[in-house]
């Protein structure tokens, strides 16, 4: 049996961590070094650090922010937003990420997940995949970028099978649906991601409860159980978590 990992994620915009509901109405959330220093001490697992804004602002990703996050945790650091080329891969792993999430240049140029898994190995490599309900495709999720601003009539679930054949390490999928609304991970999404390939997936968006966390597990398949509003908001901790999924009889780090 998989050992569950979970993962606390900072939105990052202006420099301070934000949360919404489905992308859009941001609220403060913090700091970002406080954070993380604190979901260490909690019993994180690994920590995602989103810079949300760069790909709709045309920027690349804040090193100054990887940087400071980086100095005061020791449990892998996976880093996304307007990473675009090897070079931009390169600088965050420099300023300190142990992982780069990558999802609106990868669907642009599907080689450069070809290209980054070559040269910095596919453990480094996250891709996440924003899906949005759409009946006319395949498996009814199209994908979506830039932040969830543009469809781009490709089906979700057959992004991921590509992106796994391509050579990425982990898939990230997160409903646009359920985003920041603590109304659980949209299993649908997740389960049919995780019954198409044999990678790590990470259930994001959504999270709210106990249960949710399990059902990420039990009923999506996933091994990495994302989620920020829940413990931005101090609703439920870590150690609730693990110990609640523990309880249910899956293996967790405590």
């Known amino acids: 049996m998989d050992v569950i990992k979970i993962m606390p994620c900072l939105d990052m915009k202006h420099g301070r961590v934000v949360k919404g509901i489905n992308f859009v109405n941001l609220k403060d959330a913090g700091d970002p070094v406080d954070n993380a220093a604190f979901y260490e001490r909690e019993g994180a697992d690994e920590l995602a ?4 804004a760069a790909t709709v602002e045309e920027r690349k990703t804040m090193l100054e922010w990887v940087k400071n996050v ?3 945790i020791k449990i892998p650091l996976t880093v996304g937003g307007g990473i675009a080329t090897l070079e931009d891969i390169e600088k965050v792993l420099d300023a300190g990420a142990d992982k780069v999430s990558m999802n609106s240049a990868a669907v642009k140029n599907p080689d450069l997940i070809r290209q980054a ?3 910095f190995g596919s453990d480094r490599v996250t891709i996440a995949i924003d ?3 759409n009946g006319s495709m395949p498996s009814r999720f199209e994908l979506v970028i830039a932040g969830g601003t543009k469809p781009v009539g490709k089906d979700a679930v057959a992004w991921a099978l590509e992106c796994q054949e391509l050579g990425a390490g982990t898939l990230l999928p997160t409903s646009m649906d359920g985003d920041g609304t603590q109304a659980g991970y949209d299993l649908e999404l997740t389960r049919a991601i995780s019954d198409a390939v044999t990678l790590p997936v990470v259930a994001s968006g959504g999270a709210g409860t106990l249960e949710h966390f399990y059902d990420g597990v039990v009923r ?4 990495v159980l994302l989620a920020a509003s829940v413990f931005h908001y ?3 901790s870590i150690g609730q978590v693990k110990e609640y999924l523990r309880s249910k009889g899956l293996q967790v780090n405590l």
Do not use: E, F, H, P
């Not at 650090?49 to 949300?52: A, E, K, N, Q, T």
């Not at 999506?220 to 091994?223: D, H, I, N, Q, V």
């Open 234 to 236: 101090r609703i439920l």
């Open 131 to 133: 899906g949005k309900r």
């Open 220 to 223: 999506g398949g996933a091994r």
């Open 49 to 52: 650090m989103l810079d949300i």
């Open 117 to 119: 898994a070559g040269a």
């Open 70 to 72: 980086s100095s005061v």
